[in-house]
């Protein structure tokens, strides 16, 4: 493990997740999965959001676009909340929706929004 980029991808994952989120599962990271969250905080964190070509806010719309595609609408409820951190609006997010349903399906975008509600109410900005 490159210790460097590993440090560096836990920045990039709490300042996006927040350290709750983080530290929560590093903590219950056991011999099993240990080793996928160590990789995964070096390299998707540290190698891919430690790439400053593109910036965070910018990643965040990509992440709700890619993974709105994919349907994995857990992982989507959490990168929901990381691009309100990194600075995205609630027009952007539903802009982003709106490539998802265009590319992916109406029936997608719909569970994007049906996410993207919860996340906002509970933030505060609906």
């Known amino acids: 493990m490159d210790k460097e980029r ?12 927040g350290d709750e989120y983080v530290e ?9 999965n240990r080793p996928f969250q160590e990789a995964m905080t070096e390299w998707c964190w540290g190698f891919g959001w ?10 965040s719309m990509m ?8 349907g994995k609408m857990h992982e ?10 990194n ?15 265009i590319y992916c399906g109406v029936p997608q975008g719909v569970e994007c929004f049906r996410v993207a509600r919860k996340v906002l109410e509970d933030e ?3």
């Open 6 to 17: 590993f440090n560096k991808g836990l920045e990039k994952r709490k300042a996006t997740l």
């Open 24 to 32: 929560k599962n590093l903590e219950v990271a056991d011999d099993f």
């Open 50 to 59: 430690g790439d400053e070509t593109i910036d965070m806010k910018t990643r």
């Open 63 to 70: 992440n709700l676009a890619m993974i709105g595609a994919l």
């Open 76 to 85: 989507w409820e959490i990168h929901c909340r990381g691009a309100i951190r």
């Open 87 to 101: 600075g995205v609006t609630k027009e952007e997010i539903r802009a982003a929706i709106h490539v998802v349903a």
């Open 124 to 126: 505060g900005m609906l």
